[in-house]
């Protein structure tokens, strides 16, 4: 397993920005799926987006396509999320987590980074 650290959280109006940061401890995201998530209180986890870090394949839920970026910086080992047009709908606790491949679980998860987009 990977330890993992968000960070970036924190309050906006909404039509805001802000950027989250997901570091690994220890090793290199290097052959990883590295996933964003989101939860609020009494709603199951949900997925936003992920990137496999050898290709910089992306992917987005819809509900935050063309809104979010997520990005790889290979020299500080960092997954980033972009998140434009914040919405307050948005607002949720946001972890990273990896996985070692396509059909493989998501089994290292960070304690999450809250984002609260008020209206």
């Known amino acids: 397993q990977v330890q993992l650290d968000e960070s970036g959280g924190g309050l906006v109006q909404a039509g805001g920005s802000l950027r989250l940061s997901c570091v690994a401890s220890?090793?290199?995201?290097?052959?990883?799926?590295i996933g964003w998530f989101r939860q609020t209180p009494g709603k199951e986890r949900e997925f936003v987006a992920r990137?496999?870090?050898?290709?910089?394949?992306?992917y987005y839920a819809d509900t935050v396509k063309g809104r979010f970026v997520i990005s790889r910086d290979n020299a500080e080992n960092m997954v980033n999320l972009q998140m434009n047009n914040l919405k307050p709908e948005d607002t949720a606790l946001y972890y990273c987590?990896?996985?070692?491949?396509?059909?493989?679980?998501?089994?290292?998860w960070g304690q999450g980074t809250q984002v609260t987009v008020s209206s």
């Open positions: 987590a990896t996985k070692t491949g396509a059909i493989s679980q998501y089994d290292s």
């Open positions: 220890g090793r290199s995201f290097g052959g990883y799926y």
């Open positions: 990137i496999i870090w050898n290709s910089g394949s992306t």
